[in-house]
């Protein structure tokens, strides 16, 4: 899941600061999980708005605004709405924020920062354990991964400022490299050569076209 | 000539130290300390924005250092460089005379002044060792030939008192895999472990130089326990540096007395000052 957080509010007003008439898209995939962007954030942001003067001609919580082909006919559904606004404020990650963008010429801005892929570890807590890095090796760490998980992608085991499993820059985290040795210690020993970054060296691009 | 290979291969007992360079470009301090420690040392650190701090280069410190008639070790670390620059500032150190490599990992950025530059970490240590020695070797990291090679002795760290120590000498083996030819420890403060952990590491053809800090003040217990990542001074230490009248000569007496002891065990000390390099060699004097 992607995993957001809100803006701070006054952040939001001073760039909507010459916009008046607002339509909001929340997205219904993971910035409902994180309480950011689901039905009842939108409707607590349209509630700040309206007190600070702006007027909300409408609202959609789309499945995923991620995925283009949704939102744009969201956007053809709603586009009475949308075209009495000025602007369309997202609260969704950053792609869907740049899908929003793609399906209208409307002032687009966000309400969210977008921090990592993360999973739930309790309600409301999440952590990274993976940064699509482009070639897993999972294998090879007894699955816990040191390059999502480690402040300095560590690929040869701990650095020494690891004290009692902890990170050296925040004692909330374990350091990955003790986790990966207290499941098999054997994985640590073997000699990882510098990985080839040339495989996440442009932005991502994939096509399944040709395969379905 | 590598002054420092051949001391360790042939003397008793080597000492080693670091100096810090300034945060600016006023030399004076640095060359002044470095003059005080000339006389006792067989080779002096020069650090790399330790702890993450911006200084003035390791490069330059070295070469000052040279200037000197001091041997310097350069100290690397994979936080600031990606493979590129790394590849390309040894080289550039190797055709300046520098001939002594510490490769390390770094304080994470986070740590230090400028937390908000973006770190590399595009190597590890391991992984910084293995491209030394490539360098030696005569090739790049991807097997392009040199014109001409660098013939760099080269070391790393370990620390013998790591809270998780099979993981720690694991990957001191890996380091040694990978070239390493000495190590300098993390500060030892338990030295039945430490020989325990000599004897362990004399199956391997490596140099170890033990750290041994001079602690000269509370200052400096506060600064370390907090500010330096896997660093912890025991109790019964600032126990004796708070109730001496003279803490300086407490800190200096405590770290002869350590290196006393080390005398038969390891290969040398690396002297560690945290800004108080003209204490050096009145410790190295007292030890003998
Ligand atoms: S190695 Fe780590 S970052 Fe890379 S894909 Fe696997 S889990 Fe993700
Ligand atoms: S303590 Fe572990 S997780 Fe933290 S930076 Fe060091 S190796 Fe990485």
Redesign the pocket.
């Known amino acids: 899941m992607v995993i957001t957080s809100q803006k701070k509010h006054e952040e939001i007003l001073k760039y909507l600061s010459s916009s008046k008439k607002i339509f909001i898209v929340g997205c219904g995939a993971c910035a409902t999980v994180c309480k950011t962007g689901g039905e009842e954030e939108v409707w607590q942001m349209e509630e700040f708005l309206s007190k600070n003067n702006k007027e909300i001609t409408g609202d959609v919580v789309i499945d995923e605004v991620c995925h283009l082909l949704l939102t744009r006919r969201a956007f053809r559904e709603h586009k009475e709405e949308i075209e009495k606004a000025d602007t369309v404020l997202v609260m969704a990650c950053g792609t869907g924020i740049q899908a929003v963008v793609a399906s209208t010429s409307k002032k687009v801005y966000p309400v969210l920062d977008t921090l990592f892929i993360g999973v739930t570890k309790h309600i409301y807590e999440f952590q990274e354990w993976c940064n699509t890095c482009g070639e897993c090796l999972l294998s090879e760490t007894n699955g816990i991964c040191?390059i999502a998980?480690?402040?300095?992608h560590?690929l040869n085991g701990?650095?020494g400022?690891?004290v009692d499993g902890?990170?050296?820059?925040d004692p909330e985290?374990d350091?990955?490299?003790?986790l990966i040795y207290k499941r098999n210690k054997e994985s640590l020993k073997k000699i990882h050569l510098p990985r080839d970054n040339s495989k996440r060296a442009r932005p991502g691009i994939l096509s399944l076209r040709g395969v379905r | 000539m590598n002054k420092l290979k051949q001391a360790l291969e042939n003397q008793k007992f080597v000492f080693t130290t670091e100096i810090y360079p300034p945060k600016g470009t006023d030399t004076t301090k640095f060359l002044r300390m470095a003059q005080i420690v000339k006389r006792s040392v067989t080779a002096v650190n020069v650090t790399d924005n330790q702890r993450a701090l911006v200084k003035l280069s390791s490069i330059a410190g070295c070469l000052l250092l040279r200037k000197q008639g001091i041997e310097p070790v350069y100290q690397i670390t994979t936080r600031d460089r990606n493979r590129i620059a790394i590849q390309s500032e040894l080289m550039g150190a190797y055709a300046l005379g520098i001939r002594n490599i510490l490769a390390i990992t770094g304080d994470?950025t986070l740590l230090g002044d400028c937390p908000e530059a973006k770190p590399v970490y595009d190597l590890d240590s391991v992984q910084l060792l293995y491209l030394i020695s490539k360098l030696n070797s005569g090739f790049d990291i991807n097997e392009h030939p040199l014109q001409g090679k660098t013939d760099f002795f080269y070391g790393a760290v370990v620390n013998p008192e790591a809270s998780d120590l099979e993981p720690e000498l694991i990957k001191f083996e890996k380091k040694i895999k990978c070239g390493a030819q000495f190590f300098q420890t993390q500060i030892i403060w338990d030295i039945d472990k430490f020989k325990k952990f000599m004897k362990y590491a004399s199956k391997f053809n490596v140099k170890i130089l033990a750290g041994i800090i001079i602690i000269s003040s509370s200052k400096v217990i506060n600064l370390m326990n907090k500010k330096v990542p896997g660093i912890k001074i025991p109790d019964s230490i600032i126990r004796r540096i708070e109730k001496s009248s003279d803490p300086v000569k407490e800190g200096v007496k405590i770290a002869s007395e350590q290196i006393k002891e080390l005398q038969g065990v390891c290969d040398g000390a690396h002297i560690i000052t945290v800004g108080k390099e003209d204490l050096t060699p009145q410790v190295i004097e007292m030890s003998r």
Do not use: N
């Not at chain 1, 902890?166 to 820059?169: V, Y």
């Not at chain 1, 350091?175 to 003790?178: D, K, L, N, S, V």
């Open positions: 040191p998980r480690c402040p300095k560590m701990p650095c400022g690891v902890k990170c050296e820059i985290l350091c990955p490299w003790i | 994470h």
